[in-house]
């Protein structure tokens, strides 16, 4: 006799059946994700208990004191809305024509073939290398750092916002003059949306390079003009430098430098997250 063994098979689990593992937890990642940076503090600061009490050597706790200290007095805000300032006028002047170039550029070949060969040879120049001609022509003030920002976002904003014309579709530009739609039209409605992924990338790029030239011209002006009213991050970091020597100070300023890039960053991944979610 042979027995017949039944399954049933809707109270067999099966692994599609079975829910998916639970992924990481916010905080687990979190925690791995600052948990070197927390042992190289605690590391800094062990290391600053082994220095002489009258060492002049930075030191985890001084820093805080120090941030604490020149948050409570308005300088450190004060500057860094400065710095923020200048870097969004200069860079918002670089996005209207890098963009209206870029796209101009992206869209002719003759005009491309004409401009290429003077943007190759001005882009290689680093910004800091026109400072001493931006300082003859507007002086130590604030066009200065204008100019600086402005030259510094151009290049990443012009390269990226021609490239991304020329990836999109051509069939789609020839379908949209076909059909009579004037030319203006067509780079606002057809050629602007396709090109916004390498625009977003050049204004990510651009910005990180903005951010960074504000703080090397203003540390430059803050030298040239002896520590005036120029303003900014850069300049605090000068003073602290030359003046006071404070060295708690500067890396707070340090800190403060690369906390608001990191913010910059994540605003423009984000950025990009809201208006492609399809590359995301």
């Known amino acids: 006799m042979t027995?017949?063994?039944?399954?049933?098979?809707?109270?067999?689990?099966?692994?599609?059946d079975e829910p998916p593992p639970a992924g990481p937890s916010r905080w687990a990642a979190l925690g791995r994700m600052l948990a070197l940076p927390v042992l190289l503090l605690l590391l800094w600061q062990w290391w600053a208990t082994t220095l002489p009490p009258q060492s002049p050597a930075p030191a985890p706790a001084k820093v805080v004191l120090?941030?604490?200290?020149?948050?409570?007095?308005?300088?450190?805000?004060?500057?860094?809305?400065?710095?923020?300032?200048?870097?969004?006028?200069?860079?918002?002047?670089?996005?209207?024509?890098?963009?209206?170039?870029?796209?101009?550029?992206?869209?002719s070949r003759a005009l491309r073939d004409n401009l290429d060969p003077l943007v190759e040879s001005f882009r290689p120049i680093a910004p800091m290398a026109l400072l001493p001609i931006a300082i003859l022509w507007f002086g130590t003030g604030t066009l200065t750092a204008f100019a600086i920002v402005g030259y510094a976002a151009f290049f990443p904003l012009l390269v990226n916002t021609v490239h991304g014309v020329s990836r999109i579709d051509r069939k789609l530009v020839a379908a949209a003059r076909t059909m009579g739609i004037p030319r203006l039209?067509?780079?606002l409605r057809v050629v602007l949306p396709g090109a916004l992924p390498g625009i977003l990338l050049g204004a990510r790029l651009a910005m990180g390079t903005a951010w960074t030239a504000i703080v090397a011209a203003e540390l430059a002006v803050g030298a040239k003009s002896g520590g005036g009213n120029s303003g900014g991050i850069g300049q605090m970091m000068f003073v602290f430098y030359a003046y006071s020597i404070d060295l708690n100070a500067i890396v707070v300023c340090m800190a403060v430098v690369g906390i608001?890039?990191?913010?910059?960053?994540?605003?423009?991944?984000?950025?990009?997250?809201?208006?492609?979610?399809?590359?995301h």
């Open 3 to 16: 027995a017949t063994i039944t399954v049933d098979r809707a109270a067999t689990p099966t692994p599609e």
């Open 66 to 107: 120090a941030f604490v200290e020149l948050v409570k007095s308005g300088d450190l805000p004060l500057a860094l809305v400065q710095s923020l300032g200048r870097v969004l006028a200069g860079f918002s002047g670089a996005l209207v024509l890098a963009v209206t170039l870029g796209i101009l550029m992206g869209s």
């Open 260 to 279: 608001v890039a990191l913010v910059i960053d994540r605003g423009f991944r984000a950025l990009e997250s809201r208006l492609m979610p399809w590359r």
């Open 185 to 187: 039209t067509v780079l």
